[in-house]
């Protein structure tokens, strides 16, 4: 049995990204051990690189967890950075676009969280299964309701994850039982935040829905919070769907566009992430740019909800090239596997005549989206002094993708297999703050 001050050793190949590959020789972006050692310790990674040299300069007993072989590949965990936790009860759900889904399944579904104990139980639910999909990391949406951030960061911090969430604003169109008022979300995001950012390893996200469901004054105060807690985050929507962007511009006709209405009301720039961003506009792009704001790249839900195609290539590589982050939007995207996400990543970039390399995609889902929140001190990579947050890959996790590996020849298409064919079951075990919270089987 591991006694409390005994450190625990993961063995085996593992893979992180130390550079960015969309800009950078891909060669140089990645370090693959094939037989590595990682300490963790307090929560940390003590120690990473060759286990004979690493395991040679430890000389107390250690906790070893055995991940040597052929099948088995460890890597940093997977960061989500736009998923709705309250839509876990109506993912998959069928037949409508943005405005109308919206209206059909998701208020429908958000108002039952004014009961704290549903909020616990969906919480406890969509946590298990964003572990056991390898996430150790996600920009959370949470409901309107103060108790449905409670029962999110209860239930992160029993885990020990570190999780970015908010509170939802949204004081009009929108179900009486799911609006607040501009005075109202300014108090209760505030409670919200003295209460729980950077408390632990949790992390607060002032979450004005998107512009059409606040009014001037909403937007107003909360980019006033904003002024007040400048790290915290800030997270909303941004041209998704286009009947979306036709009804922002009526909202807002002295608004230059949907994002200069966030510009305006200090609701952009660092930590400020923005899902979708599909139908940009030049200045928009240069704006984001300019301010370093956030895009989030959402594959699965802009082909599930039929908003449009992402332009990856303009995003990361272009003049305009903003901090770029790859996410789920469960419930409007269909699956809470990353390795999942990355795949119709790359079929949306592929009908964009851009090709999604495998390093490209999981840097995107590691260090990039660390870096682009401003965390890469703290996670993403496996390196020493950074907390604990790691994954096992099980790289023959059916017999389909068992077979097909046969024919694989270098790390890079081994990863590029996963990705394309691999889903939850790939995840052998995950771990975060240093403690295995979920084993397949």
């Known amino acids: 049995m591991q006694t409390a001050s005994q450190k625990t ?8 990204f130390t550079g960015n590959p969309f800009v950078e020789d891909t060669a ?20 990473a690189g060759n286990a004979d040299i690493v395991l040679a300069n430890l000389s107390e007993e250690y906790d070893l967890h055995d991940y040597r072989g052929t099948d088995k590949l460890i890597m940093p965990g997977f960061i989500d950075t736009h998923v709705h936790y309250p839509q876990t009860q109506v993912i998959g759900a069928y037949g409508a676009q943005l405005l109308d889904w919206l209206n059909k399944y998701t208020f429908p579904a958000e108002g039952a969280f004014v009961d704290k104990k549903h909020a616990d139980k969906v919480a406890e639910v969509f946590l298990s299964e964003l572990t056991k999909a390898g996430t150790t990391t996600a920009a ?55 209460k729980w950012h950077d408390k632990g390893r949790n992390l607060y996200a002032i979450t004005p829905r998107f512009a059409p469901t606040s009014t001037h ?7 006033a919070l904003r002024s007040e807690f400048q790290d915290v985050y800030v997270q909303s929507h941004l041209s998704e769907n286009m009947k979306e962007i036709e009804w922002v511009k009526s909202l807002f006709p002295e ?14 720039g660092a930590k400020s992430i923005y899902g979708h961003c599909i139908h940009m506009e030049d200045r928009e792009w240069a704006s984001m740019k300019e301010r370093g704001t956030i895009a989030a790249f959402c594959p699965t839900s802009n082909l599930y909800i039929g908003s449009g ?20 939007d469960v419930g409007g995207g269909t699956s809470l596997s990353m390795l999942q996400t990355m795949q119709e990543g790359y079929k949306i970039a592929q009908m964009k005549h851009f090709s999604l390399s495998a390093i490209r995609a999981y840097y995107l889902a590691t260090r990039g989206g660390a870096e682009a929140l401003g965390l890469s001190d703290q996670i993403g990579s496996i390196e020493t002094g950074l907390e604990a947050d790691l994954i096992v890959m099980d790289l023959k996790s059916t017999p389909l993708i068992d077979f097909r590996m046969e024919n694989v020849d270098s790390i890079e298409d081994a990863l590029f297999v996963q990705m394309i064919m691999g889903d939850d079951r790939a995840i052998q075990a995950t771990y975060a703050n240093g403690k295995k919270i979920y084993q397949k089987g």
């Open 9 to 16: 050793v993961l063995r085996g190949s593992y893979i992180t």
């Open 28 to 47: 140089s972006c990645f370090r693959h051990e094939s037989d590595g050692a990682i300490i963790l310790s307090d929560g940390k990674i003590e120690a």
């Open 140 to 194: 959370i949406y949470c409901t309107v309701h103060p108790q449905s951030v409670d029962a999110f960061f209860e239930a992160s911090e029993e885990l020990g994850t570190r999780m970015i969430a908010g509170k939802v604003c949204m004081d009009r169109h929108a179900p009486d039982f799911l609006t607040d008022t501009p005075q109202s979300a300014y108090d209760d995001s505030k409670a919200l935040i003295e």
């Open 217 to 223: 004054e909403q937007l107003e105060a909360l980019g």
């Open 255 to 268: 608004r230059d566009g949907y994002l200069d209405i966030y510009d305006h009301y200090n609701l952009t």
């Open 309 to 328: 195609l992402f332009d990856l290539e303009r995003a990361t590589l272009g003049k305009e090239a903003v901090p770029t982050t790859i996410a789920s």
